[in-house]
């Protein structure tokens, strides 16, 4: 059974920094998307960065793009999403998601994604 484990969340305030890591089980796939989706109450999830495993790129989506980076490491089959200079808008639910397949990083796509975690709450004071 696949498993993805968020964790890393919590309560910080307006431009501090936070590290989410998704650690995965079960998932043996080589070839594959991992990213990270957040959700508002009341909003439409929506994808923050994703990375694939077949040649390393990433994505980002506007609201996050210089201020977050994903990171792989293998050896401990966890994703990790440093998020810096946070706003409070960046205040939600994040989600660990994977898609086995040959994609790029560019594929970040909510309904695209077979595999999701349960969510961490991130919140962000002003």
């Known amino acids: 059974e696949v498993q993805l484990v968020e964790s890393g969340g919590g309560l910080v305030q307006a431009g501090g920094s936070l590290t989410l890591s998704c650690t995965r089980s079960g998932f043996t796939f080589d070839e594959y998307v991992i990213g990270w989706f957040r959700q508002v109450p009341g909003k439409e999830r929506e994808g923050a960065s994703c990375m694939s495993s077949v040649d390393g790129s990433s994505y980002y989506g506007d609201a996050v793009k210089g201020r977050f980076t994903t990171s792989s490491d293998n050896t401990r089959s966890t994703v990790y999403l440093q998020m810096n200079n946070l706003k409070p808008e960046d205040t939600a639910v994040y989600y660990c998601?994977?898609?086995?397949?040959?994609?790029?990083?560019?594929?970040?796509?909510?309904?695209?994604?077979?595999?999701w975690g349960k969510g961490t709450l991130v919140t962000v004071s002003s």
């Open positions: 998601a994977a898609q086995p397949g040959y994609y790029t990083g560019t594929y970040c796509y909510m309904n695209g994604m077979d595999y």
